[in-house]
């Protein structure tokens, strides 16, 4: 059952420590559109004293830095993969006309 919104609250930090976020912004890439996404700092993870419904797995909460990134507006295409890879999964030979298809079966 979800909890109600009163039964939850995130901690505050301290006004100084709060910042506006960047927005993304694309960076140019010959071969794919990638946003260029901004690191920050997050809670991951639950509490049981917060969250009674918290699963094992979930658990501690904890704060989480991440760096700033990049990543794929769009899905790797089969045929994008093809053309940086030089080669395909095996499984992918039977198919045709399958460049616009998501890459799968990868690892």
Do not use: H
Request: hydrophobic share 30%.
């Amino acid at each position: 059952m979800p909890q109600a919104a009163e039964e939850y609250e995130e901690p505050s930090a301290p006004p100084e420590a709060v910042s506006k976020p960047q927005p993304p912004y694309r960076v140019q890439d010959p071969l794919v559109e990638l946003m260029a996404l901004p690191g920050g700092t997050f809670w991951m993870g639950s509490d049981k004293a917060l969250d009674r419904y918290a699963y094992d797995d979930e658990q501690p909460r904890r704060e989480i830095s991440v760096s700033p990134f990049a990543i794929a507006r769009t899905p790797v295409t089969r045929g994008l993969y093809r053309s940086v890879m030089k080669k395909s999964p095996q499984n992918w030979e039977g198919d045709k006309d399958d460049a616009d298809l998501p890459a799968s079966y990868l690892s």
